[in-house]
């Protein structure tokens, strides 16, 4: 019997894969798309149950899991080769890119113009700056070495894109707005302004991506219990200044209760 047609690929061989992990066997035709086909017809009702669930959320991490655990290579079908901006694009949406564009571009200017230089423009307001409204948040977009701008950016694509896919551009934004400006905050009480790094804001999204996913898993975003552990770990290599690093303290701690408070708040309506 004829299940259903895909345009693409992956999402027909994850769900085949996720099949076999059910005791249900599909196979996949190429025509001008990927058909799916069952031989036994007796699994019909499961299969049409199975596939509206996955049609309502592809990227599941239930349906990743599966690929590696019945996926094979023997498929016959070769898979297109795909840029590494495409599989970036992929999971971020628009804001998520910009925000990771702008930090970019501010490091490539301190790399050229020297970190004291931005940082006149761009710190944390010091007396009398209170008014330039955008130094409250633009703290969050400098970074100081090659390891802190890879070490954010890639949390903040791989958390922040899962956010804005699922939940949208204007969740993210709130997020990242609330989170800058109150790490920021306190961090200044504790350091001075003298900071930058978008860690606080990175710590907001764990928090918020982990307790979300624990409160509500139908949601689709989550934060693995290992991760999360790796995040609060980090959080005492801070504390302790272990391995002679510099680190925000007060932002991350600060970015962490501000994630689970709100992921706290948005899912405070959901039955136990």
Not at 32 to 61: A, C, K, M
Not at 139 to 160: E, K, Q, R, T, V
Not at 178 to 188: D, N
Request: hydrophobic share 50%; aromatic share 12%.
């Amino acid at each position: 019997m004829r299940i259903t047609h895909f345009t693409h690929l992956r999402p027909a061989q994850a769900f085949v894969d996720y099949m076999t992990t059910r005791g249900v066997t599909l196979r996949i035709e190429h025509d001008s798309g990927y058909t799916l086909w069952l031989d036994d017809e007796s699994q019909l009702n499961v299969v049409e149950n199975e596939l509206n669930l996955f049609i309502r959320d592809p990227n599941h991490v239930r349906y990743q899991a599966a690929s590696w655990q019945s996926g094979t290579t023997d498929s016959g079908i070769q898979y297109q080769h795909t840029s590494i901006m495409a599989n970036v694009r992929e999971r971020a949406g628009p804001l998520t890119l910009l925000i990771m564009a702008t930090c970019i571009l501010v490091f490539i200017l301190m790399q050229v113009f020297g970190d004291k230089a931005v940082m006149r423009v761009l710190s944390w307001p010091d007396v009398n700056q209170h008014l330039e409204l955008w130094r409250w948040f633009s703290h969050a977009m400098l970074h100081f070495s090659m390891l802190h701008i890879l070490f954010n950016l890639m949390w903040f694509w791989y958390l922040g894109g899962a956010v804005e896919k699922r939940l949208g551009s204007s969740k993210l934004l709130v997020t990242a707005l609330i989170s800058a400006l109150l790490s920021g905050w306190m961090q200044a009480k504790f350091s001075g302004v003298l900071f930058g790094g978008l860690s606080g804001v990175v710590y907001a999204l764990m928090g918020y991506s982990w307790l979300r996913g624990e409160r509500d898993p139908e949601s689709g975003i989550e934060l693995q219990r290992g991760l999360m552990a790796f995040a609060a770990l980090w959080l005492l290599v801070g504390y302790f200044g272990w391995f002679g690093l510099s680190i925000a303290n007060a932002a991350h701690v600060t970015g962490l209760l501000v994630g689970l408070a709100m992921a706290f708040v948005d899912t405070r309506q959901l039955k136990k």
